[in-house]
């Protein structure tokens, strides 16, 4: 069963960075990608063996909460549509800890980009939007906190927070 659970989450991590290149190219993230990372997260429950009570009923809850939380986000105008379903979707896979490190490490990063971006327009003004691919952000904060929380040399040491396995 580890091999298959390993395998979900290569799987995730390819659609992750399928989103962020998506992202960059497009300022889009399409419904089909969210779905099918929200659609593998019940797989990597049972691979894993959660407990239907307390830890996937959790899970639900936590995309429930953090989707409708960004779209707020979305309504004010500081995050995009799949941005917003791309948090939701993640926040499947990963205990509320993790997710907490997740937008951690995504608002850091993400703030790193936002000082990119306007460094470049103030250099080269671009006549271009300016909108800023925040899945790539995502990803990185993604990817971080499952290489901290499943790699199993990393879930050895106390990663960025408080995941520890």
């Not at 969210?34 to 997260?41: D, E, K, L, P, Y």
């Not at 936590?62 to 549509?81: C, K, Q």
């Not at 790539?136 to 990817?143: H, S, W």
Request: glycine share 12%.
């Amino acid at each position: 069963m580890e091999i298959f659970k390993y395998g979900l989450l290569v799987a995730l991590a390819i659609a992750l960075l399928f989103a962020a290149i998506s992202d960059i190219r497009e300022r889009r993230i399409a419904n089909w990608l969210n779905i099918a990372i929200a659609a593998g997260a019940p797989l990597f429950w049972f691979a894993s063996g959660m407990a239907i009570w307390p830890d996937m009923v959790s899970q639900l809850g936590l995309a429930f909460v953090g989707f409708w939380a960004f779209a707020g986000l979305f309504a004010l105008g500081w995050l995009g549509g799949g941005d917003v379903k791309l948090l939701g979707a993640i926040a499947l896979w990963l205990t509320p800890f993790a997710f907490l490190d997740l937008l951690l490490v995504m608002a850091v990063v993400g703030g790193a980009m936002a000082v990119f971006f306007v460094i470049r327009r103030m250099i080269w003004k671009p006549k271009t939007q300016g909108t800023l691919p925040y899945g790539v952000a995502i990803t990185f904060g993604a990817l971080w906190v499952l290489g901290a929380t499943h790699i199993p040399a990393a879930t050895q040491v106390n990663g960025i927070g408080s995941v520890q396995q």
